[in-house]
DNA sequence: GACAAAATGATAATGGATTATCATTATTAA
DNA sequence: TTAATAATGATAATCCATTATCATTTTGTC
């Protein structure tokens, strides 16, 4: 039977809070705020669990393991900051791809991730920034 | 010294011939046509010195390890076949995607991805296409 | 052709992420 | 409360892609 602990509660409030695709090892430093002595195959264990239950998806970025954010959220892309790591959720989306593809090809879906710094780590660092 | 080995000329040919990105393995097939013995050690070892040359790249896709296409190539995007799972390139890019990036953000770059079904896919399986 | 050195191929080793194991702890229904 | 058992945390094990190792082969030079 499925428990509610508070590593689960945890988690999931982590998910709900944050929003932007969070690695297990993220969501285990925030989660750790709640319930210090979380583990990391607990974090495995529920982001899975999360996701079999459709309440978390997985985000994959080009070249790092997946993220998770929770579901529901209209369709949407990611910024990947190249500075911090972190990912970011961008609003909106400029339309359908489909065009793009090769005559006879078959277009389902499509994914668009955007690089460069995220607004701290220019600041950090400062530079030209989307006005 | 650089040599020019019968690997080596093959796992070039094979990236000048085949005009989408290719996996390690993809490489070692199609190689293997042209040098019969070739192992998969030397193509990483061939790939990993042309992308030190500047003479290939690496093309990231999400959740999968890098493939390999010849450099030099003016800014295109890719299809990924969610059936054979192969990488296919892309003409063009409708554009200039900074735009969708938060306000303080810094854009630097972008990359679209199209899931579907390549031409080949669609038809040992047919259903609706790109006319 | 002979030699020195780079390259190869087979495979063991590595690295990083994820999963399995298992003794212990916490939750839930009675 | 208690009993039954699901969940946890520490960590060993696994998985897969990639790299290192090393005896053998091949290349380029004389």
């Given at each position: 039977?499925?428990?509610?602990?508070?590593?689960?509660?945890?988690?999931?409030?982590?998910?709900?809070?944050?929003?932007?695709?969070?690695?297990?090892?993220?969501?285990?430093?925030?989660?750790?705020h709640?319930?210090?002595?979380?583990g990391?195959?607990?974090v495995?264990?529920?982001?899975?669990?999360?996701?079999?239950?459709?309440?978390?998806?997985?985000?994959?970025?080009?070249?790092?393991?997946?993220?998770?954010?929770?579901?529901?959220?209209?369709?949407?892309?990611?910024?990947?900051?190249?500075?911090?790591?972190?990912?970011?959720?961008l609003?909106?989306?400029?339309?359908?791809?489909?065009?793009?593809?090769?005559?006879?090809?078959?277009?389902?879906?499509?994914?668009?991730?955007?690089?460069?710094?995220?607004?701290?780590?220019?600041?950090?660092n400062?530079?030209?920034?989307?006005?």
């Amino acid at each position: 039977m499925e428990r509610s602990t508070r590593q689960r509660q945890a988690i999931r409030a982590v998910l709900e809070e944050i929003d932007r695709p969070l690695s297990p090892q993220e969501v285990l430093s925030a989660a750790q705020h709640k319930v210090p002595g979380l583990g990391i195959a607990t974090v495995y264990r529920t982001l899975k669990g999360m996701v079999e239950e459709g309440m978390a998806v997985a985000v994959e970025l080009p070249g790092n393991p997946p993220r998770y954010e929770r579901s529901g959220k209209k369709h949407h892309h990611h910024f990947h900051c190249i500075a911090c790591g972190k990912a970011f959720e961008l609003e909106g989306c400029p339309g359908d791809f489909a065009f793009m593809a090769p005559r006879g090809f078959q277009t389902q879906g499509h994914e668009i991730v955007l690089y460069g710094r995220c607004a701290e780590c220019c600041q950090r660092n400062p530079g030209a920034t989307t006005p």
